[in-house]
């Protein structure tokens, strides 16, 4: 697709059950990176994918978070036993080398209840 | 901790003002984005300023960039309503690979 797309869009889910969220970067873009976002809040940086490289992990904010990157394309984030912090919305984005800039997907506005 | 740090946290300006955010970072970088965000959801990138630049345009908006004071500034000229969002920058630390790090960003109204 022309942008980077994220699902779902929306997921309300009980506190301690596990969630997926996925992203499809822009075709071609080597880095894919995730971000949250907490109510009014900047992001906060998660992790990131470089082409076949290891991922930078150091963001994630616990042993329950993890995410993997298929095929150098689509990624997903899993949160294990969801906590009430775990609320905000999680952003994705892809970006190629050469221009630099982040293309960000709409996010998914997770809600641990 | 963030890397960026905009002031002010929230601007409130009248349709047709100028509107200035200015964003102080921490260390060396290779460039500083800046981004906007409408209703807390995706990010739009408006512009990019390498290290080497000192100021970029891009329509109404002007950005500057002092590395000797680590600082930024976005300009936007005779604002609109539809200006009304969210403004975050973002830098690319020297030593960070292509991995940017936010600031906090400017909450900016744009009045009718």
């Not at chain 1, 906060?44 to 994918?49: A, G, K, S, T, V």
């Not at chain 2, 200006?83 to 292509?98: E, L, M, Q, R, V």
């Amino acid at each position: 697709g022309a942008g980077v797309s994220q699902s779902p869009s929306n997921k309300v889910t009980e506190k301690g059950k596990d969630v997926e969220l996925r992203c499809d970067p822009i075709s071609g873009h080597t880095a894919l990176y995730w971000y949250r976002q907490s109510l009014g809040q900047g992001l906060e940086f998660l992790i990131y994918f470089q082409g076949n490289s290891a991922p930078d992990k150091s963001g994630l904010p616990s042993d329950r978070f993890s995410a993997e990157r298929t095929g150098g394309s689509v990624s997903t984030l899993t949160i294990q036993r969801t906590q009430q912090e775990d609320s905000a919305v999680y952003l994705c984005a892809s970006s190629s080398f050469q221009t630099g800039g982040y293309t960000f997907g709409s996010g998914t506005r997770l809600t641990v209840v | 901790s963030q890397q960026g740090e905009e002031d002010p946290q929230a601007l409130s300006i009248q349709e047709g003002e100028n509107a200035t955010m200015n964003c102080s970072y921490k260390t060396s970088i290779n460039n500083l984005q800046w981004y906007r965000q409408n209703s807390g959801r995706g990010l739009v990138h408006l512009i990019l300023i390498r290290s080497n630049e000192r100021e970029k345009h891009s329509g109404r908006l002007r950005v500057t960039l002092d590395t000797s004071k680590k600082s930024s500034s976005l300009l936007i000229t005779a604002s609109r309503a539809a200006d009304t969002a969210s403004y975050f920058c973002a830098t690319d630390a020297y030593n960070a690979g292509n991995m940017l790090t936010f600031g906090g960003g400017t909450r900016l109204m744009v009045k009718p």
